[in-house]
T-cell receptor
Framework: DAKTTQPPSMDCAEGRAANLPCNHSTISGNEYVYWYRQIHSQGPQYIIHGLKNNETNEMASLIITEDRKSSTLILPHATLRDTAVYYCIVRVGFGAAGNKLTFGGGTRVLVKP | NAGVMQNPRHLVRRRGQEARLRCSPMKGHSHVYWYRQLPEEGLKFMVYLQKENIIDESGMPKERFSAEFPKEGPSILRIQQVVRGDSAAYFC?????????????FGPGTRLTVT
């Protein structure tokens, strides 16, 4: 799986949008970009994934650059409950090889009042 | 629809004892994954199982660790002769057996402490 690079930490003001960058310059054509988050001491939580197109769901938006070498997760209105470690993961989305999630260091996001 | 369930949530074992961690996947899910998170470290993949089959165990230590997912009942991660370095949070995840399914749903984890 391609590796990802994320800033180790970032602060965000409550109610503002949080923009979390991720670099994945070695991504292959059949690899998806996934985002998970881990709130303190809990199990990771799936947020969103995408291949080429931008994606949006009830939790967040995912913006993938045209060359697919980087992406940004957007939390539109951050709340204190969004304080967590956010992981950007790149992997094939199918088959046995597509089932292993490789977590890096992630970005520790602190939402401040 | 209940989520992924893990028990026990906390487990204390003395060095040399055995630890058994259980994971019940979400209803209808036939794929189970185990991950380990050492203190202050990221999550590491251990093993991926389908019913009665181990698909990928590339992250499992070669000794003392084993996993199973029987036809009936929960998936079990077994650690024999535990050592202090086994102290960690062990997370189980499940996913459905659907083409194109992408998400893994994680349980709350079992925190193992070896004294």
């Amino acid at each position: 799986d391609a590796k990802t690079t994320q800033p180790p930490s970032m602060d965000c003001a409550e109610g503002r949008a949080a923009n979390l960058p991720c670099n994945h310059s070695t991504i292959s054509g059949n690899e998806y970009v996934y985002w998970y988050r881990q709130i303190h001491s809990q199990g990771p939580q799936y947020i969103i994934h995408g291949l080429k197109n931008n994606e949006t769901n009830e939790m967040a938006s995912l913006i993938i650059t045209e060359d697919r070498k980087s992406s940004t997760l957007i939390l539109p209105h951050a709340t204190l409950r969004d304080t967590a470690v956010y992981y950007c993961i790149v992997r094939v989305g199918f088959g046995a090889a597509g089932n292993k999630l490789t977590f890096g260091g992630g970005t520790r996001v602190l939402v401040k009042p | 629809n209940a989520g992924v369930m893990q028990n026990p949530r906390h487990l204390v074992r003395r060095r040399g004892q055995e630890a058994r961690l259980r994971c019940s996947p979400m209803k209808g899910h036939s794929h189970v994954y185990w991950y380990r998170q050492l203190p202050e470290e990221g999550l590491k993949f251990m093993v991926y199982l389908q019913k009665e089959n181990i698909i990928d165990e590339s992250g499992m230590p070669k000794e003392r660790f084993s996993a199973e997912f029987p036809k009936e009942g929960p998936s079990i991660l077994r650690i024999q002769q535990v050592v202090r370095g086994d102290s960690a949070a062990y997370f189980c995840a499940s996913s459905p057996n659907l083409p194109g399914s992408h998400e893994q749903y994680f349980g709350p984890g079992t925190r193992l402490t070896v004294t």
